[in-house]
């Protein structure tokens, strides 16, 4: 039984991947129609809109909750996050975003040591100076201009560690589907007076390409959620590394993007600094 639950699992890690790639190139597609600040207003409306149906038959007795504050710090770190993320698909190498925003669980380590006072430890500073070491030599500065789509590119991975620390502590008393409902609702607000100052048009061309840019974050979500549950964080987060190959290949296939060796190598470090971290974080008594 737990051999087929970890299958499954990976199973639901490598979909998440998969479909997550193909998120990042719609993204870099809808870049060339319209800036990363409008992206993700509509990234925002067609996830409302795809939680609007659960959030009617739910009623208010599931959306009930008093962590207001926690919610509009989560929304504004997503919001952020989304923002760097978005502007960095948007003016490098997919694999290159990709492979610094690795650093995610190695920011999130050091959050949760500062913001929630968890003992980060000698292999826990050990995995985070390891992993700082690949997004160098992905960066490689002194090298190759640092730009500030690179520095965006780690900024997201910053922004989405402090929403992963916020997380923890929504979870306490808030629902996964509350959560997702109130923070498409809450990065509108704060997506709009942007998305309105760059306003660049809306094109019926590609509507259908923002239709499918909600629909597949959902399918990406529900795909990481299952796999979280059918298995041990240990087992299936390795496999949630396939984004960059995946990410390689549609960057090549549909943008001509090539990535060199020193990404994938940089990248390397990094996931084995965060599968170290995550290892030792296992055996860590409760």
Same mark, same amino acid.
């Given at each position: 039984?737990?051999?087929?639950?970890?299958?499954?699992?990976?199973?639901?890690?490598?979909?998440?991947?998969?479909?997550?790639?193909?998120?990042?190139?719609?993204?870099?597609?809808?870049?060339?129609?319209?800036?990363? !600040?409008? @992206?993700?207003?509509?990234?925002?409306?067609?996830?409302?809109?795809?939680?609007?149906?659960?959030?009617?038959?739910?009623?208010?007795?599931?959306?009930? *909750?008093?962590?207001?504050?926690?919610?509009?710090?989560?929304?504004?770190?997503?919001?952020?996050?989304?923002?760097?993320?978005?502007?960095?698909?948007?003016?490098?190498? @997919?694999?290159?975003?990709?492979?610094?925003?690795?650093?995610?669980?190695?920011?999130?380590? #050091? #959050?949760?040591?500062?913001?929630?006072?968890?003992?980060?430890?000698?292999?826990?500073?050990?995995?985070?100076?390891?992993?700082?070491?690949?997004?160098?030599?992905?960066?490689?500065?002194?090298?190759?201009?640092?730009? #500030?789509?690179?520095?965006?590119?780690?900024?997201? !991975?910053?922004?989405?560690?402090?929403?992963?620390?916020?997380?923890?502590?929504?979870?306490?008393?808030?629902?996964?589907?509350?959560? *997702?409902?109130?923070?498409?609702?809450?990065?509108?607000?704060?997506?709009?007076?942007?998305?309105?100052?760059?306003?660049?048009?809306?094109?019926?061309?590609?509507?259908?390409?923002?239709?499918?840019?909600?629909?597949?974050?959902?399918?990406?979500? @529900?795909?990481?959620?299952?796999? @979280?549950?059918?298995?041990?964080?240990?087992?299936?987060?390795?496999?949630?590394?396939?984004?960059?190959?995946?990410?390689?290949?549609?960057?090549?296939?549909?943008?001509?993007?090539?990535?060199?060796? #020193?990404?994938?190598?940089?990248?390397?470090?990094?996931?084995?600094?965060?599968?170290?971290?995550?290892?030792?974080?296992?055996?860590?008594?409760?």
């Amino acid at each position: 039984m737990q051999s087929s639950a970890a299958l499954r699992g990976v199973a639901w890690m490598v979909a998440s991947g998969f479909v997550y790639s193909m998120s990042t190139g719609i993204v870099r597609y809808l870049a060339d129609y319209m800036t990363p !600040a409008e @992206i993700v207003f509509w990234r925002s409306v067609t996830g409302l809109a795809v939680m609007l149906p659960w959030a009617i038959r739910a009623g208010g007795a599931a959306l009930k *909750t008093s962590a207001w504050s926690l919610l509009g710090l989560r929304s504004i770190a997503s919001y952020l996050g989304m923002l760097c993320s978005f502007y960095a698909y948007s003016k490098i190498a @997919i694999a290159d975003a990709v492979a610094l925003q690795f650093t995610l669980p190695l920011f999130t380590i #050091l #959050l949760a040591g500062v913001l929630l006072g968890e003992r980060i430890g000698r292999h826990g500073f050990l995995a985070c100076v390891i992993g700082f070491v690949g997004a160098l030599v992905i960066v490689r500065p002194g090298f190759e201009t640092v730009t #500030l789509a690179t520095i965006a590119a780690l900024g997201a !991975a910053v922004f989405y560690a402090c929403t992963n620390v916020v997380i923890k502590l929504l979870s306490r008393s808030v629902s996964t589907y509350a959560m *997702t409902f109130y923070i498409n609702v809450m990065v509108l607000p704060l997506a709009l007076p942007l998305t309105v100052y760059l306003w660049s048009g809306l094109s019926w061309a590609i509507v259908p390409w923002i239709v499918a840019f909600g629909a597949i974050n959902t399918v990406a979500q @529900i795909c990481l959620t299952n796999a @979280i549950r059918a298995a041990d964080a240990r087992i299936v987060q390795p496999f949630d590394f396939l984004r960059l190959p995946f990410g390689a290949a549609i960057g090549y296939l549909a943008f001509d993007q090539t990535a060199d060796v #020193l990404t994938f190598v940089g990248a390397a470090i990094i996931c084995a600094a965060a599968y170290y971290a995550l290892l030792r974080e296992g055996r860590a008594p409760a």
